[in-house]
């Protein structure tokens, strides 16, 4: 038997060793495969996180299936059977659309009950889709899809109070996109009873809801497409209104830090909550990332903690930041045609650009502690899509790491995982592509 004293030092060795999120980065499940789970929802069932998303494996918008992933912590995930399949001949066949899965529990029933946007391809039906199954991933019995009082819905999501009856609401993009909504649900959770509230001209999806100290915080964005915009929060003393004036949730040249809002999750009381987006790529639907960040609440508002590596305690609804060490890209050797850029956006207000297609930049004296080490790279791309840049490491292989557009105000980082030595390193940006990769701020070493 374990001595009281070997317990406590394996529990503190677990906790320093805490895998951290690492956010726009690739995540894979417990099996290595991609995670499949784009406009999530998170379900707590006792000590188990479940995170049910749409599979986007076949890079369509089409329905394919909604997935339900099992988690301790919110970092490991089990992929487990879909909780929600194609149905022929119904509105969830595989030619139409099925977005944004929300699940809740429903006591009186004993059930758990998943609504989600239910249309066609065209997204000409605006409808919701209420399903029911007896465990959290299913597989879910579909009931039926409709649109709630008559009225459009697109972009949903489902909120449960904390109330003695466990009053739960629909919020929904409704009127062609116009107006914002939040409808109570019946007592079994399949139909919505009446309007509590209505955002006049709001132009909001991807909604999600936190309460704290009893006050509501409504998280959504505006309307772009796959594009990323500025998401907002909303304050009100109760559901039905009336609702503050709407405040970013993060700097708004970032856009959120190039993501949408999906999910937004409590961790205790008084704690933080996490937000959960995505971040959208139309063109690659299946390789869009995840952009999870700790919401503070430290000043009484919500804002978004910019964090490329960090760890969430989930018992006690804490998280911790990763410090790094940075290295300016100007500092750096450079090749071939790269040169130095002045904007007041970058950090010590220059970086290197024009690599790729004959530039390249080498960052020496890379510190590195040997073995996997993440390395977020703090990047401008001043395009409308994608680039993309070779790293390579002491002269090895070199690995492909995909910058999307940062709108041309503002850097953004993409965390890569690379092999550092013990020791001193060098690190290559650009080396062997013909195409432009974006213009190179500094990275940080973690």
């Known amino acids: 038997m374990l001595s009281a004293a070997l317990l406590s030092l394996l529990v503190l060795l677990a906790r320093a060793q805490a895998q951290p999120i690492v956010s726009g980065a690739a995540w894979a499940d417990t099996s290595g495969n991609p995670i499949q789970a784009h406009g999530a929802g998170?379900?707590?069932?006792?000590?188990?996180?479940?995170?049910?998303?749409?599979?986007?494996?076949?890079?369509?918008?089409?329905?394919?299936?909604?997935?339900?992933?099992?988690?301790p912590d919110l970092v490991h995930w089990t992929r487990q059977n879909d909780a929600l399949t194609p149905l022929a001949g119904t509105i969830i066949?595989?030619?139409?659309?099925?977005?944004?899965?929300?699940v809740v529990y429903n006591q009186k029933n004993a059930e758990y009950v998943m609504w989600f946007h239910s249309d066609t391809s065209s997204y000409g039906a605006a409808m919701?889709?209420?399903?029911?199954?007896?465990?959290?991933?299913?597989?879910?019995?579909?009931k039926s899809s409709f649109k709630p009082l008559g009225a459009d819905s697109r972009d949903e999501s489902v909120f449960q109070d904390d109330d003695a009856a466990h009053t739960a609401y629909l919020l929904y993009a409704s009127d062609n996109n116009q107006n914002f909504k939040i409808a109570q649900l019946d007592a079994d959770y399949y139909n919505v009873t009446a309007v509590t509230s209505e955002l006049t001209a709001a132009t909001l999806e991807a909604p999600g809801i936190v309460k704290r100290d009893g006050d509501y915080f409504l998280i959504a964005s505006h309307t772009s497409g796959w594009a990323p915009n500025p998401n907002k929060w909303f304050s009100a003393s109760s559901?039905?209104?009336?609702?503050?004036?709407?405040?970013?949730?993060?700097?708004?040249?970032?856009?959120?830090?190039?993501?949408?809002?999906?999910?937004?999750?409590?961790?205790?009381?008084?704690?933080?909550?996490?937000?959960?987006?995505?971040?959208?790529?139309p063109d690659l639907l299946g390789s869009s990332r995840y952009v999870w960040y700790p919401l503070d609440f430290a000043s009484g508002a919500p804002a978004l903690v910019h964090a490329d590596v960090w760890t969430v305690d989930v018992a006690a609804g804490t998280y911790a930041v990763a410090s790094g060490t940075s290295y300016e890209a100007e500092s750096g050797v450079r090749g071939g045609t790269s040169t130095i850029l002045s904007s007041s956006i970058f950090s010590g207000g220059e970086a290197v650009g024009y690599l790729g297609h004959g530039g390249?930049?080498?960052i020496n004296n890379v510190q590195g502690t040997g073995g996997?080490?993440?390395?977020?790279?703090?990047?401008?791309?001043?395009?409308?899509?994608?680039?993309?840049?070779t790293v390579s490491v002491n002269g090895g292989a070199a690995t492909l790491v995909d910058q999307p557009d940062t709108g041309?105000?503002?850097?953004?980082?993409v965390p890569v995982q690379l092999s550092l030595k013990s020791g001193a390193n060098s690190i290559t940006f650009g080396a062997g592509q013909t195409n432009y990769a974006a213009d190179l701020d500094r990275i940080?070493?973690?």
């Open 42 to 71: 998170i379900l707590k069932v006792g000590s188990t996180f479940y995170w049910l998303g749409e599979d986007k494996s076949l890079n369509s918008a089409l329905f394919h299936a909604v997935s339900c992933y099992s988690s």
């Open 93 to 102: 066949s595989s030619s139409d659309i099925v977005e944004r899965p929300k």
């Open 128 to 142: 919701v889709g209420v399903a029911t199954a007896q465990t959290p991933c299913g597989p879910y019995t579909y």
């Open 239 to 281: 559901l039905a209104g009336p609702w503050s004036a709407q405040q970013d949730i993060a700097p708004a040249a970032t856009r959120t830090w190039y993501s949408q809002n999906a999910f937004d999750l409590p961790l205790a009381a008084a704690g933080a909550s996490v937000y959960m987006g995505d971040r959208w790529r």
């Open 360 to 362: 390249t930049v080498t």
């Open 372 to 389: 996997a080490h993440w390395v977020a790279l703090y990047f401008a791309n001043g395009d409308s899509t994608y680039r993309n840049v």
């Open 408 to 413: 041309g105000q503002a850097v953004l980082s």
């Open 444 to 446: 940080v070493v973690y």
